[in-house]
């Protein structure tokens, strides 16, 4: 963890910002290859741009780890990185032991993760999975206008090959990985290590509210058709809708009017919406009602508004067996639900899945504030490493 400590520091917002294939992330993406062939692991990219660095020759029924490296604008250190370090530890407390592995090993990086550039959340692992249309992958674009397509091409891969990769799903036994809890269960739990039961259903809306861009002294009040006005009352709607139902989450942070100056009235507002709940009809009752509340406050003001899903996933529940043993194995770890979506939530639809949650004493995640004690970072690794040899002896 120290030896990225600096890479991709963000001086305004504070934490770091590590996107998809962008210099800081292809950065870390060398670290990684260089940190992996020193352990003697062989490293390969997939037509997706996740990389595998595998302990022995790949094959079917592998034991796969790991996590990502890119983060949210303005992350913590810990969501991602701390996955494919304990990894990498994890490799070397095996091999001080002398153990060998009875059966294919890797840890992967999962591409663009976060979302944070292209809007979709998991996208490595979602192209994968076949859980993306990758021609509507192809197109997504950055907030400089760049194209996926574009960007994997400039890092070397062919854009034209992405998609559902049935040979590397095809070669995964179980996949396990391990991060840094994103909330306050293993707090509460008095745990330093814990494993998943389930994710939150959990998707992302765009809200594009058009008006008439216009002068913000020459307009008087009665004439305008300003967009702001329903883009603010979506994010009271939105609150107030999650509120009324336990356990759901309504999120709104991230607001962009266009063009976006002090003396303007915008012409268009976009506004994003994250939106989660325990399952899938009342994640989509809750975006429904909030959508509803859209569409009247557009109307009042003379404006329009369109609705775009970029991204959704159903519940995932983590394979029972699998969550069972592993807690077994780590002595009788807690289970818990986690809000927090992630690669394993993608793959759990195709391969036995399980996760790993080390404590985080803030609470806090997707921002600077995020932590973990090297205690616990270091119960993350024996319990990854305890795992992993148990998985890969029998
Ligand atoms: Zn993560």
Not at 46 to 71: E, F, K, V
Not at 238 to 258: E, H, L
Not at 301 to 316: K, M
Not at 343 to 351: E, K, N
Request: charged fraction near 20%; hydrophobic fraction near 45%.
């Amino acid at each position: 963890m120290a030896a990225i400590a600096d890479v991709g520091r963000d001086r305004s917002r504070g934490g770091y910002s590590r996107h998809g294939f962008d210099d800081v992330e292809l950065s870390l993406r060398e670290w990684f290859v260089a940190e992996a062939t020193d352990r003697g692991l062989d490293v390969t990219c997939d037509r997706n741009g996740n990389l595998w660095a595998w302990w022995g020759s790949p094959g079917p029924g592998a034991i796969i780890t790991g996590s990502h490296l890119d983060s949210v604008p303005g992350g913590g250190a810990f969501d991602g990185p701390l996955g494919v370090v304990s990894a990498l530890a994890a490799v070397d407390a095996m091999q001080a032991k002398g153990f060998k592995p009875a059966k294919p090993f890797a840890i992967v990086v999962f591409a663009e993760e976060e979302g944070g550039r292209f809007g979709v959340a998991c996208l490595g692992s979602r192209l994968m999975a076949g859980a993306i249309d990758p021609d509507a992958a192809r197109r997504l674009r950055d907030p400089d206008g760049v194209s996926l397509a574009e960007a994997v091409a400039a890092a070397g891969l062919d854009p034209a090959r992405m998609g559902r990769d049935d040979e590397a799903l095809a070669s995964i036994g179980c996949f396990i990985e391990l991060h840094v809890e994103q909330g306050r269960g293993l707090i509460d739990l008095g745990a330093p290590v814990g494993v998943a039961s389930s994710i939150l259903a959990h998707g992302r809306w765009r809200f594009s509210f058009t008006g008439e861009g216009n002068h913000a002294g020459a307009t008087p009040i009665g004439d305008r058709r300003d967009p702001m006005l329903p883009a603010s009352q979506l994010v009271l709607a939105a609150r107030a809708a999650a509120s009324r139902v336990d356990g759901a989450r309504a999120t709104i942070g991230r607001i962009q009017p266009v063009p976006g100056g002090t003396n303007v009235i915008a012409s268009t507002v976009d506004v994003w919406l994250d939106a989660r709940a325990a399952t899938d009809e009342v994640t989509r009752s809750v975006v429904a009602e909030i959508k509803a509340a859209g569409m009247d406050a557009a109307e009042a003001e003379g404006c329009e508004l369109t609705v775009t899903e970029e991204s959704y996933g159903d519940t995932v529940i983590f394979d029972p067996a699998l969550r069972d043993s592993l807690a077994a194995q780590l002595g009788g770890v807690p289970a818990l639900p986690t809000g927090a979506g992630h690669d394993a939530g993608i793959l759990a639809a195709q391969v036995p899945t399980a996760m790993l949650f080390v404590r985080n004493p803030t609470g806090v995640s997707h921002a600077p504030a995020e932590h973990a004690e090297p205690d616990d970072c270091e119960a993350g690794v024996a319990a990854l490493a305890t795992v992993l040899e148990h998985h890969l002896s029998i």
